[in-house]
């Protein structure tokens, strides 16, 4: 199916029509070549059983797979 019918479909059936989006400098992740290099970080979100919400900030080294230490 064509670009241009499914366009039309999408606005026949009322839906919002998705956009391209073109980066024309995108930035290339970078690979880990040493401990402590590169982090990954994401949120996990989780709930009580009295029903309060848990947000959870986790954070990686991707090269060796280790969480950091935290000072409390």
């Not at 999408?10 to 024309?24: C, H, N, T």
């Not at 992740?29 to 009295?50: E, K, L, M, T």
């Not at 080294?61 to 969480?67: F, K, M, P, S």
């Amino acid at each position: 199916m064509s670009p241009d019918r499914t366009w039309r479909l999408w606005r026949l059936a009322g839906l919002q029509v998705p956009r391209r989006r073109v980066s024309l400098r995108r930035p290339r992740s970078q690979p880990a070549i040493a401990a402590r290099h590169v982090w990954s970080y994401g949120f996990v979100f989780d709930a009580c059983a009295n029903g309060l919400q848990l947000k959870c900030l986790t954070v990686i080294d991707e090269y060796t797979r280790d969480l950091p230490d935290v000072a409390t």
